[in-house]
Structures are given as C-alpha cells and as structure tokens.
C-alpha cells in the first residue's frame, strides 16, 4: 500500500544491496511463523534505538546435557511476546558438513514445527545453528532430533564440536582421513561434549593440510593440521605440460618459495625440491597441482591454544607436536588430548582457555607437567625463538 | 574402582552437590581417576548431574 508506514523500513535498507539480505529470508520465515515475525519487528527496534534487545536470562537445556542450547530472551518482551524466548540450538553436524539432502530437509522439517524456522549454516564451531525456540519445546525438539539421528553439539565451558575440513572426501591435498578422526574424536568425548566441566570452552579442529581449510590456526585450541614427514612427489611430464602452457614457474612457484627450496632448470623443463627446507606453505602444491603432490607419508601436526580475546589478546595456536601419525584408532591423539585437557583443568582459572594458562604458567611447567619432550618447533611464532633452553634450576 | 565409587557416595552425603575437581582434592585423587568412576555412578543411576553454569554432581534422591 503506497500511504501504509513502513513496519520495518530500516530492515528494508537492508535488501537493496547487491548480495542476498538476511532480512529477505527473515521476512519469508515471517510470513509463515510468528516467532519470525517478531524477531523483524525487535530488530527494527535495535535498529531504531541503536541498541541490543537480547540478554540471558537463565540457564536452559535439555535432559541429561548441560551443553548444546543457548538461552536467550528479549528485554522487550511486552512488545514482542512471540520473541520472548528465543532459544538457540546447536546441533552436531555431520564430519565435513556432508549432508543427504533428505536428512536437511528432516531437520528443517522439526525447526519449523518447534521453532521459528530461522537457521545458520553454520556456527563458527560447525553446528547447524536453529535459531529461536520456546523453553517448553525444547525437550521435545531434541527427542524428534535425536530420532532423526541428530546430536547437540557443544556450548558453554565444554569441549566444544569438533569440526573438519571435507579431507579425503573431496581435496586431493589430504594427509590423513580428517573425517575419521573427527567423528573419532566426537564420540570418544561425548563426556566432555555434553557436560560442560572445564574451566572454559575447548575447540579442536582438523585440518587434511598446512591450506588449513577450517582455519584451526586461528580458531581452535587444539588445531590438528596434516602434514608429510617425505618427500614433496613430482611429477616432470605435468611440469613440462605447465611450462608448454605457457605457465610462469620461475616467477610464479620458484621465486615465492619463501625458503627457496624450489629449483627449475628452464632447459630441462624440471623441477627439484629441497623437501629438507620445505616449511610446508604448500604455495607450489596449490599453484601446480597437477605437478605437485602432498608427500605419501601423511600425519598431522599438533598445535595449541588460539583463541580470540578473552582474558588475553587473539593468540594463533602454536606447535606442540610437529608430526604424529593418524591411524584409526587414533590412540595417541586421544590420550595427547585427555593429557592437556587434565593439565589445563587442574591448573586453569575459570573463563581460561589453555593457551593462556599454559602463556600464564610458562610452557616449561606446562611441558614438565605434561610429559611433553620439549622440541625446537615449539615456537610462539615464525621466526621466533622457542619458548626456552632449558630449565633455570637446572644451569650451573 | 569400587572402592573409590564409594568413597564418592560417602562423599556426596556430606554436601549437597560438588564439581568433580572439588571431589578429586577432597579424596586426594587425580581427577581423571573421579571423572571416569563419577560417570560409571551415572550409569548405575546412583548420582544426577546439575548443570549451573558448569556440571555438578550430586547423589540420586
């Protein structure tokens, strides 16, 4: 109607844009769910007054799990009574976000009855995201969830959803089966998923290679991130076919090689690597992968403690293992992982992420708690010195 | 293992809910050694988890 006002005409700025407007999705879960409907009006409200309407207000959940739902409640809810509650759910997905379509449309089929019908794809930890639901359907949410064959993923100071990359599924650079391990992992800390015991929350996520797809470097406190312990494989007859291709390779591959490890004899048409001073930046392998190859003898390296800022700045997780291989059962990586979760819940202090008990503590009491062998890849960034030489009481 | 299952039970009688860590230095145990009894307790139904904020455990009314 021309001479109707506006119900939401600062949202409405939102969709003249060029991408695709969340508000659009919004207005069309509007039209058929009510807690939608009143999600638009408060955030035209935010909009106006430049204020947030959303504050916590009590712990919720489901049987059994003290993970895996946020609450969250309007402070406006006299205006919108729909969106007085608007619960969040995490939900587990599946080891690389591989779904069937049928199983999406099942679980967008049990949103819309219990909730608004609003989801991310996804959170940063990975769940699939249902956003806004009542108190009371909770419980009945998560048992038609769980009978789909669904599982909360983490929240709160818990272990919180392993995530990975899609690996040997879809990426020809994979080290290891990251799919494997992150179900592994999944289930052997059920425990720790679903009972929120630690001094903050724990994120572990695996990477098949140093592109580091899921950006664990910066993101998880224990980033699991493949590797080769052998040799770069080459391949001469695609590296003649880049060249007759008219491909740059000196310029392009050799002289990036931020350790110079690559050389190509222009003549002959081949490459050499130095795999000895290879950093694994993977920049050759990316930009020829025809050519080039990940090693055959695939692991993974260890890091620990990114996070964004909390209590300390953003920190980038560092080495702590620089190479264990990855084979099913993947008892090493359990037993590495029950180690520092024990060592950081003994030592750390609430709303604590490990890397910065271990950056309080000092890595020596951290590595001589832990049993850790203390190794020169363990540095607090590139080109940095490592942690420490030896122990004080130990020089005469 | 049984031995320390009970001494979780005796425990528990004494307070009214308490976090595994807070059990573990009470008894003088490594944590590790209460979360795995604490959890096979759960299973015989003879504990209930609290979720506060972080889990505590308490004994089955």
């Given amino acids: ?197 630690w001094p903050y929350k724990f994120k572990i996520k695996i990477a098949g290679c140093p592109n580091d797809c899921v950006a664990s470097i910066a993101r998880a406190d224990l980033s699991v991130i493949g590797t080769w312990r052998d040799e770069i494989r080459v391949n001469q007859e695609e590296v003649k076919a880049y060249a007759e291709a008219g491909f740059d390779i000196q310029g392009m591959v ?8 690559v050389k190509y004899n222009a003549e002959t048409r081949e490459i050499v690597i130095d795999n000895e001073s290879c950093t694994r930046c ?54 590495f992982i029950r180690t520092i979760t024990d060592w950081w819940d003994e030592n750390g202090k609430t709303r604590e992420r490990i890397g910065e008990t271990i950056y309080r503590l000092g890595m020596p009491k951290f590595l001589r708690d832990t049993g850790i062998k203390p190794v020169p890849q363990m540095v607090t960034a590139p080109r940095a010195n490592p942690y420490y030489f030896w122990y004080p009481e130990e020089v005469k | 293992m049984e031995e320390l299952k009970q001494k979780i039970i005796d425990y528990l009688k004494t307070v009214d809910k308490a976090k595994n860590k807070e059990v573990a230095q009470a008894l003088g145990v490594s944590k590790g050694e209460v979360d795995k009894a604490v959890t096979e307790l759960a299973k015989e139904d003879k504990i209930e988890f609290l979720y506060l904020g972080t889990s505590y455990i308490k004994l089955k009314t």
């Fill in chain 1, 1 to 197: 109607m021309a001479n109707e006002e506006k119900k939401t005409p600062l949202l409405d700025q939102l969709e003249e844009g060029r991408w695709p407007s969340f508000v659009k999705e919004i207005k069309k879960a509007a039209a058929k769910n009510k807690k939608a409907e009143a999600l638009l009006g408060q955030l035209e409200l935010s909009y106006r007054e430049k204020k947030v309407h959303w504050k916590h207000g009590g712990i919720v959940g489901v049987k059994g799990y003290g993970g895996g739902v946020i609450g969250r409640y309007s402070d406006v809810p006299e205006q919108f009574p729909d969106a007085a509650e608007f619960h969040t759910i995490r939900v587990n997905q599946p080891a690389g976000w591989f779904y069937t379509t049928e199983a999406l449309r099942k679980l967008c089929d049990i949103w819309e009855k219990y909730g608004s019908g609003l989801t991310n794809f996804h959170g940063s930890t990975g769940d699939a995201i249902l956003l806004g639901t009542d108190t009371d359907k909770l419980q009945a949410c998560f048992d038609e969830l769980a009978e789909a064959g669904f599982d909360l993923g983490g929240s709160g100071s818990d272990l919180r959803t392993p995530s990975c990359c899609v690996g040997p599924a879809r990426c020809e650079f994979a080290c290891f089966d990251t799919l494997d391990v992150c179900h592994e992992i999944t289930m052997e800390f059920q425990n720790e998923l679903h009972r929120p015991m």
């Fill in chain 1, 254 to 261: 050799v002289d990036k090689c931020p350790k110079k490890a």
């Fill in chain 1, 282 to 335: 993977m920049h050759c392998i990316n930009e020829m992968p025809r050519a080039l190859r990940v090693g055959k003898e695939g692991g993974a390296t260890l890091l620990i403690g990114a996070k964004a800022p909390i209590v300390k700045s953003a920190f980038m997780s560092w080495v702590i293992i620089p190479f264990m291989e990855m084979k099913p059962p993947y008892t090493e990586l359990k037993d």
